[in-house]
């Protein structure tokens, strides 16, 4: 299967400062999906963005497929930031139908904001 | 309504005790799929329910059963689990089954199994 890597694990931030995370995926997909887990469980859909370039507030996303990265961007990062950042994706694979999808998760970055 | 619904919150259940969670979901997706995620790792699929057909993760055991009782509702049924089974349950929903695009998670269920 699909095999993702997300770097770093661990990341602490002051209140206010920036960040680039990162994610690298081992085969070609229609599909990467960012994902912030929030202490309490909720995993929030940040961005889907097989490809491209993607801004929303404060938050971008840029994937190079070609490449098989992605990048998020987090600047001037608030506390409310703070989780686990997931990146996912996936692939149909040639058989089709239902059962071909698999959303495959990376271990995630766990961003602590400190005030 | 942009939102996935999951009930219960918090389950405690013994190992002889047979529960069900519940979804729900009415912004008219056509996939639906269960997540198991234990403490401090990512999610792992178990079930996906897209055009009322269901795929089976095949590694997930079969004290786990789900039901799609119509369209906008998914629930998982549970028989004889073992305490390794404790975990957080999500579901989700996508418009469409393998492109979900802007895909809902609901909150979870926090599952402990004495």
């Known amino acids: 299967g699909i095999q993702v890597e997300q770097s770093p694990p661990d990341l602490i931030l002051q209140e206010g400062a920036n960040s680039t995370l990162r994610c690298n995926f081992s085969?070609?997909?229609?599909?990467l999906q960012w994902f912030h887990q929030n202490p309490w469980g909720q995993l929030i859909n940040l961005f889907y963005i097989p490809s491209g370039t993607k801004q929303n507030g404060r938050l971008s996303a840029t994937t190079v497929a070609t490449e098989r990265y992605s990048l998020l961007y987090i600047s001037s990062s608030q506390t409310t930031d703070s989780g686990v950042y997931f990146c996912a994706v996936g692939r149909v694979n040639d058989s089709g139908g239902a059962g071909s999808y698999q959303l495959t998760f990376g271990k995630g970055t766990k961003l602590s904001v400190i005030p | 309504d942009t939102e996935v619904t999951q009930t219960p919150k918090h389950l405690v259940m013994g190992m002889t005790n047979k529960k069900s969670l519940k979804c729900e979901q009415h912004m008219g997706h056509r996939a639906m799929y269960w997540y198991k995620q234990k403490a401090k790792k990512p999610p792992e699929l178990m079930f996906v329910y897209s055009y009322e057909k269901l795929s089976i993760n095949e590694s997930v055991p079969s004290r786990f059963s789900p039901e799609c009782p119509n369209s906008s509702l998914l629930n998982l049924h549970l028989h004889a689990l073992q305490p390794e089974d404790s975990a957080l349950y999500l579901c989700?929903?996508?418009?469409?089954?393998?492109?979900?695009?802007?895909?809902?998670f609901g909150p979870g269920t926090r599952l402990t199994v004495l």
């Open positions: 085969d070609s997909v229609n599909n």
């Open positions: 989700a929903s996508s418009q469409e089954f393998g492109t979900p695009a802007g895909g809902y």
